[in-house]
């Protein structure tokens, strides 16, 4: 027997999927309340308040939040912009709005923060003062070589090895990917460490991808990441565990169904254990970026995998972490 409330829990966590979807892709864009009900099919009278219950904060919380963490990552990287430009970029009206939202969550200015505040912030909020390690910085621990590989291309190939972890290795090469249609289920909450969400989430994507003949020899999985887990708060962290679909795929319930965009991306091919996955993003945030002559680019990060690891005759993770770049 279908179970109507359960139905219709699914059909609200898929409009408000969709307006999450939204909002990332026109961050930049100026975002308002009616426009965003459109997105979910509801009123606009009730749609804050479904929002709100849903995501447990509100709507202009949500936005705000979104904006001063992309920004706070813009911030700690190496980039020729001001920070006007930044905010500007990440949807805020001026500097002044914008130091203001970005004091409020981290305690600190803009500038501090590019000045080496994000090295002593700690989440919540809090910062620590005994030390300078930024966000993701793990270059000391890792060894960096480069090679060129290639005679007309100039496919260029690294390989990163971390000093504490001697079976840690990975191979990066940058190049250019299509874009990819997926069919996703979400998960807002803590993730770290936990296999078995990953193994639920990817059984529900199954169970609704299978009878619908969408899984093939060529179905690829995959993990995005749409916040970064060292400024965003645990309970509102946001990971989408997709598959590849044709275009033309119509999502229901609980799954959705998005573009992730093409272009070029940084892609570090690992074989690990399951508790070596911070290590892996670690190796290539602080080992390999700095050295590479890219930044990140805005776009999403996400985890490619290969196989099954009970495939593996070591049972590791085969993963490629796919960073998205642009030249420094």
């Given at each position: 027997?279908?179970d ?9 966590a ?6 999450l ?59 020729a ?36 505040g ?106 995005i ?8 708060d ?10 590849t679909?044709?275009?033309?795929t ?79």
């Amino acid at each position: 027997m279908i179970d109507n409330k359960e139905l219709l829990r699914k059909e609200y966590a898929s409009r408000i999927n969709r307006v999450l979807d939204f909002i990332e892709s026109h961050l930049d864009e100026t975002l308002t309340l009616d426009q965003l009900a459109g997105v979910a099919n509801f009123s606009p009278f009730h749609f804050h308040r479904i929002f709100s219950s849903i995501q447990c904060e509100t709507l202009n919380h949500f936005i705000t939040r979104v904006r001063v963490e992309k920004a706070a990552n813009l911030l700690a990287m190496p980039t020729a912009k001001s920070i006007t430009e930044i905010a500007l970029d990440c949807g805020f009206s001026g500097s002044a709005v914008f130091s203001r939202a970005f004091r409020d969550m981290f305690g600190m200015t803009p500038t501090a923060w590019r000045n080496g505040g994000c090295g002593r912030f700690r989440k919540n909020g809090q910062t620590d003062r005994k030390t300078d390690q930024p966000v993701r910085n793990t270059g000391k621990a890792c060894e960096f070589t480069s090679m060129y590989i290639g005679n007309t291309t100039q496919t260029q190939k690294w390989r990163i090895t971390m000093k504490q972890h001697a079976s840690l290795e990975a191979k990066v090469e940058v190049k250019q990917l299509e874009p990819m249609t997926v069919a996703y289920v979400r998960h807002v909450g803590p993730y770290q460490g936990n296999e078995k969400l990953f193994e639920q989430l990817f059984e529900k994507l199954m169970k609704w991808a299978g009878p619908r003949e969408l899984v093939g020899p060529d179905t690829r999985c995959l993990t995005i990441y749409h916040d970064n887990p060292d400024l965003t708060d645990d309970d509102k962290l946001r990971i989408s565990c997709c598959i590849t679909v044709p275009e033309q795929t119509v999502a229901e319930g609980e799954i959705g169904r998005m573009t992730i965009p093409g272009g070029r991306y940084a892609m570090a091919h690992f074989e690990i254990d399951p508790s070596q996955y911070g290590d892996a993003w670690n190796a290539l945030y602080g080992g390999w970026l700095p050295e590479s002559g890219y930044q990140p680019d805005d776009r999403p990060c996400f985890e490619l995998y290969e196989g099954h690891h009970e495939e593996h005759p070591e049972g590791k993770h085969v993963v490629n972490i796919c960073m998205p770049v642009k030249p420094l």
